[in-house]
């Protein structure tokens, strides 16, 4: 059974079906409900009027003997107060349903007086004579006619006559009627249900398969994309402009982003691998002619080399943590002390800061990276000074790092920060480093919610400037 409702289709057939079932049943419902309804209360109206019209003929003192009781073949009981049946339909052979079992007509026992003058009838109406009461009982039952049985809703009225006392006329009104045609309605409607389930089961299933089209285009297409691992192909994007059609948008920008995110990350693995790969045979060069002259064993080199590339590793490692999402830590760091601290033992490098305390939520580790780089990127491009300053901007942390050297052209502003770019081709990978210090200060700032960004510096050279989140007013209530 599950697998037999395992797809979106069977599942949208069913659900439809039976909703349409359930419908169906309830109005089914109600239709045989007001049907047979409106039917009952037409065979008691039928049936008062011919109670009626007797009761009509005894007002005037028409004689039990002269009265219309077999008009329309209907069943008609004359009842006195002493629930004696004195008149009745000539060919009724049984009837239930009145409250009189007879169908054979006595006289009354007296023709009545003043007392049956004064009589009121079983309703509780005050009649004068030859007045019909107008409280009508109705009841439901059963009459033999000329030896035909059938169901009978019976009005009952009253009369007072002159010299009968109050009657009582029961008339009735074939229910065969209602009964045929709730019947035919609910025979109709047990074959004409069923018939128009399956009508909307199998337009459901159309619908549902030509909606759910496209969608099994793009499984195909993605299930295409993953034997292949050509993240360039993309998904057929359909023209209707519906939630499909941006299933698949939303899935080719997907696509898109993980092409690129792929591409970035083979271009720094042969990156990393071609800067690796530097150091390496160099190391590996001075070790092997140690090895065969250690007379000309250069350990300052192999121990540079052996540095830079500690340094490179170190490099990549966080960058790797960096792209895999590693979230800062939520301490509160001191950007004054620790740009004092990058700056210690630096030639030329001048700290200012604003009085208190300038300080962002983050990693002291990280950010101290990215003082650092800045500073290490400072010392290599400037002439004689490097300045660095710490202040508030608003509520955001402010840390400006400027060199008095020749500047970054405007053109290569966002260049610089991208992985393992060199401005100065000409400069050797032991100066100029792998080109991933300022591409990790920039990453280290988004991932802290913040910005690194270059200018000219107003006597010239270049001015970085990193931004960060902070909370000043904070701040200055903790001081």
């Known amino acids: ?10 599942r949208a057939t069913l659900a439809a079906t039976l909703v349409v079932a359930v419908a169906l049943v ?6 045989l409900l007001s049907l047979r309804s409106n039917l009952l209360g037409e065979a008691g109206t039928q049936a008062e009027r011919s109670a009626r019209e007797v009761a009509t003929e005894l007002a005037v003192g028409t004689p039990y003997a002269d009265l219309s009781l077999d008009v329309d073949d209907r069943p008609v009981q004359v009842v006195d107060d002493d629930g004696v049946l004195v008149a009745a339909s000539e060919d009724l052979e049984r009837i239930s349903g009145t409250g009189v079992d007879a169908v054979k007509p006595r006289p009354a026992a007296s023709p009545g007086g003043e007392d049956d003058d004064a009589a009121d009838d079983d309703s509780g109406e005050s009649l004068e004579p030859g007045e019909i009461g ?3 009982t109705v009841s439901d039952g059963s009459a033999t006619i000329d030896g035909d049985t059938e169901d009978y809703r019976f009005a009952a009225v009253p009369v007072k006559t002159e010299n009968r006392g109050t009657l009582t006329v029961y008339a009735g009104a074939p229910l065969s009627a209602e009964h045929g045609a709730v019947n035919t309605a609910l025979t109709v409607m047990l074959i004409g249900f069923p018939l128009l389930l399956a009508v909307v089961a199998w337009v459901t299933w159309l619908v549902t ?6 969608v099994e285009g793009i499984r195909r297409e993605m299930a295409a994309i993953t034997a292949s691992e050509d993240l360039a192909r993309r998904v057929p994007v359909p023209g209707t402009h519906d939630e499909v059609a941006r299933l698949a948008t ?13 591409e970035r990350q083979r271009g720094f693995v042969a990156d990393a691998s071609h800067e690796l790969r530097s150091p390496i045979a160099s190391l590996r060069t001075q070790l092997e002619v140690a090895a065969a002259h ?5 350990l300052d080199g192999a121990v540079a080399d052996t540095v830079r590339l500690q340094r490179l590793a170190a490099d990549l490692l966080l960058l790797a943590r960096l792209d895999a999402g590693e979230r800062p830590a939520d301490a509160r760091v001191d950007l004054a002390a620790l740009a004092r601290e990058a700056a210690e033992g630096r030639a030329g490098v001048r700290v200012r800061g604003d009085e208190g305390v300038v300080s962002a939520a983050g990693s002291r580790g990280q950010l101290g990276r990215v003082l650092a780089n800045l500073l290490d990127n400072a010392e290599r491009h400037a002439r004689s000074v490097v300045e660095v300053s710490v202040r508030w901007d608003g509520d955001t942390a402010l840390v400006a790092v400027t060199d008095d050297g020749e500047g970054v052209p405007a053109a290569d502003r966002e260049r610089i920060f991208e992985r393992f770019v060199r401005l100065d081709d ?4 032991d100066d100029g480093g792998a080109g991933l210090g300022l591409a990790i200060a920039r990453d280290v700032a988004v991932r ?3 910005t690194l960004t270059v200018h000219d510096a107003p006597a010239g050279g270049a001015l970085f400037e990193l931004r960060l989140p902070g909370d000043r007013a904070g701040t200055a209530r903790n001081m």
């Open 448 to 450: 802290h919610g913040g």
């Open 26 to 31: 309830a109005a089914g419902t109600a239709v």
């Open 1 to 10: 059974m599950s697998r037999l409702f395992a797809s979106v289709r069977a």
């Open 209 to 214: 398969r030509r909606a759910l089209r496209p």
């Open 294 to 298: 250690p007379e000309l064993l250069d």
């Open 426 to 429: 000409a400069r050797s990978r």
């Open 250 to 262: 939303t899935t080719n920008e997907t696509l898109a982003a993980l092409e690129s995110s792929v």
């Open 134 to 136: 107008g409280r009508i």
